[in-house]
């Protein structure tokens, strides 16, 4: 259910702790973590603690989570040092689009030039 904590969910185990990340933020409805294969010198995963399967489907039935999301990938940016150079907030939706984890979760991108459009 939507929400709920999923067991085949990477990153509903890594919100319990089953699965260990290496936490950058915490909110009580977010997680901040470094991604395991960064694209960028800067790559953090923004999720939130409650299981939805992309982006579109938390802020449907969570809106203020959804902010939440936003808010803590800019301040993750801050944090990183990342507003001089600029960064970017990646939400990929559906498998076509490149998610390959189907809980919701933004991609702060920075370190380094970003192309338009992306490769």
């Not at 790559?43 to 399967?53: D, K, M, Q, S």
């Not at 001089?84 to 990646?90: D, F, K, L, N």
Request: with cysteine.
């Amino acid at each position: 259910m939507a929400g709920e904590p999923q067991t085949d969910c990477l990153f509903c185990k890594i919100v319990t702790g089953d699965i260990p990340a290496t936490i950058v933020r915490e909110s009580d409805t977010t997680i901040a973590f470094r991604d395991i294969n960064p694209q960028a010198p800067t790559h953090v995963l923004v999720i939130p603690r409650a299981h939805y399967p992309d982006a579109a489907a938390l802020a449907a039935a969570e809106p203020q989570t959804a902010a939440d999301v936003l808010r803590e990938a800019g301040l993750v940016a801050a944090d990183e040092k990342l507003g001089e150079s600029g960064y970017r907030i990646v939400l990929n939706t559906g498998a076509g689009a490149g998610q390959t984890v189907f809980h919701a979760h933004a991609h702060v991108l920075g370190g380094r030039g970003m192309q338009w459009p992306p490769g």
